[in-house]
């Protein structure tokens, strides 16, 4: 009898150990992803917003990126349902329409996503990208905030300073390469200033509220990412779509939803809208400030791409930020210490969030629990 329980309970370890292993995975899997779409996405947008001719409506980008969203959640539901229309329409309308209070609460994250986007494409057609960029980490700081004042996480001194080190290595890295990068694009393209400064600001804050209200979300249902999605971009769409009417509806009434489309502004589009996708899949095995180190190292990656391609030299300069950002990544990444300092709120979310196994155990340096799961 002993020896049947000494089996099961092997069983059990074996089980949680490889259960842990898979997570691990996906998580490296899902951020390596990331940083590429990131590094592509920030530099295919100002590509196609400084173009000469017809520019496209940046109001139907974001709604046409909400659709194309909800439409692969939709997909991806239907074949979890073994393609049965019937099951997925059951589901849908019992998880949309009945539980309305649980749809709702994904009103405020979608209503920030979407100011959150549009401002995104006006601040890339008002700053150059490694302006752009480097303001936009900003976000790292106020997702850590957030992260402290609503998850209730607890970082140590030594991950507070990586996140300082990581602005200040990727602010040397992107305003060293500022002026070789954009300085062309500026002597010709009608830019505000002030107008792009202040977008990118209000969308760091945005960032880093919704990020982690939808991770506090996430991690406190059993709700799939994809029906999170779904209700994320149903709101989106309707948001977005209020937005084009007002600010652009007389001119696309005239010209058009599709005006100024070309292969390259799809390619943007459907890199947004699945990026979007891929950010919620992060969040589910990481977290948001992790996120925002992936975002970091995918701005490193396109300065590497453009030294590769347009002929940029690595100078001490360069080398020096990229040095900065792999040490904040480490420091970051290192266990918090096991002395009894944490408080009572803290271990209680500590426990909330998973059983200690073995597993857990080894994810925390690279995952500081929290009490739930872009």
Not at 48 to 73: N, Q, Y
Not at 156 to 184: D, H
Not at 292 to 314: N, Q, R
Request: glycine share 8%; charged share 10%; with cysteine.
């Amino acid at each position: 009898m002993a020896g049947g329980n000494h089996s099961k309970a092997a069983d059990e370890k074996a089980t949680s150990q490889g259960q842990s292993d898979v997570n691990r995975k996906l998580k490296y899997i899902s951020l390596a992803v990331l940083v590429v779409q990131n590094a592509s996405l920030i530099l295919s947008i100002r590509y196609v917003r400084t173009l000469p001719g017809d520019r496209f409506f940046a109001t139907s980008a974001v709604v046409m990126a909400e659709i194309l969203k909800v439409l692969t959640c939709l997909l991806i539901i239907l074949l979890q349902k073994k393609f049965s229309v019937m099951d997925t329409a059951s589901f849908l309308v019992n998880s949309i329409v009945f539980q309305y209070k649980d749809t709702l609460k994904l009103a405020v994250p979608s209503l920030i996503y979407t100011l959150q986007n549009n401002l995104q494409y006006i601040a890339i057609s008002n700053l150059p990208a490694a302006t752009f960029q480097v303001t936009y980490q900003l976000k790292i700081l106020t997702t850590a905030l957030f992260s402290v004042l609503m998850l209730r996480k607890s970082l140590s001194r030594v991950q507070w300073i990586s996140l300082l080190l990581l602005f200040g290595g990727v602010a040397i890295v992107q305003v060293q390469q500022e002026g070789n990068k954009e300085a062309s694009v500026l002597d010709t393209s009608n830019q505000n200033y002030t107008v792009g400064l202040v977008a990118v600001v209000i969308s760091c804050m945005s960032s880093g509220f919704a990020g982690v209200y939808f991770e506090k979300i996430l991690k406190g249902s059993s709700a799939s990412v994809w029906l999170r999605n779904v209700q994320l971009g149903v709101f989106g769409t309707v948001l977005g779509m209020l937005g084009l009417w007002w600010n652009d509806g007389a001119a696309i009434a005239e010209h058009g939803f599709l005006f100024g489309y070309t292969g390259m502004v799809w390619c943007v589009i459907f890199n947004q809208a699945f990026g979007g996708l891929l950010v919620a899949v992060v969040v589910k095995y990481a977290d948001n400030i992790l996120k925002g180190f992936a975002t970091s190292f995918s701005i490193i990656v396109s300065t590497v791409m453009s030294i590769y391609l347009f002929g940029f030299h690595v100078d001490l300069m360069f080398t020096a930020g990229a040095g900065l950002v792999i040490g904040a990544v480490y420091m970051y990444s290192l266990p918090k210490s096991t002395s009894g300092s944490s408080s009572p709120s803290s271990s209680s979310s500590s426990s909330a969030a998973a059983p200690g196994t073995n597993g857990d155990a080894e994810m925390e340096a690279f995952l500081p629990k929290s009490v739930l799961v872009k």
